[in-house]
């Protein structure tokens, strides 16, 4: 059993930063990769961004890609996503996800049901 529990969603205008995290707690064998999706109403949850927490191996969605990062403590137990040029398109909840097995394509990394453990979520909305 992995526990996740987000937090550091919130409101900002277009332009601005926030820095999600995730606690994890509850293994007894550390995830192998951790992951942020993100779901917007009315649209299909979106893998954001994704990491392996051994080799510290990374994936982005494009639509991303040099706005945010995706970056790991092993010592707090805990998941970083650090998101700037926040756009108004990023709006969504975000959910941090984790599983003990590798996946065999980057695009696995991406792919929700591929996640078995699953956080609360928190939203996080951009203003215009």
């Known amino acids: 059993q992995v526990l996740l529990v987000e937090s550091g969603g919130g409101s900002v205008q277009a332009g601005g930063s926030l820095t999600l995290s995730c606690a994890a707690s509850g293994y007894t064998y550390r995830p192998i990769r951790m992951a942020w999706f993100r779901q917007a109403p009315g649209k299909e949850r979106e893998g954001v961004a994704a990491?392996?927490?051994?080799?510290?191996?990374?994936y982005y969605a494009d639509s991303v890609k040099g706005r945010f990062t995706i970056s790991q403590d092993a010592a707090k137990n805990t998941l970083y996503l650090q998101m700037n040029n926040l756009k108004p398109e990023d709006t969504a909840m975000y959910y941090c996800?984790?599983?003990?097995?590798?996946?065999?394509?980057?695009?696995?990394?991406?792919?929700?049901?591929?996640?078995?453990?699953w956080g609360a979520g928190t939203q996080v909305t951009v203003s215009s």
């Open positions: 990491a392996y927490s051994v080799t510290g191996n990374t």
């Open positions: 996800a984790a599983d003990l097995t590798k996946v065999a394509t980057t695009a696995g990394l991406r792919r929700a049901w591929t996640y078995k453990y």
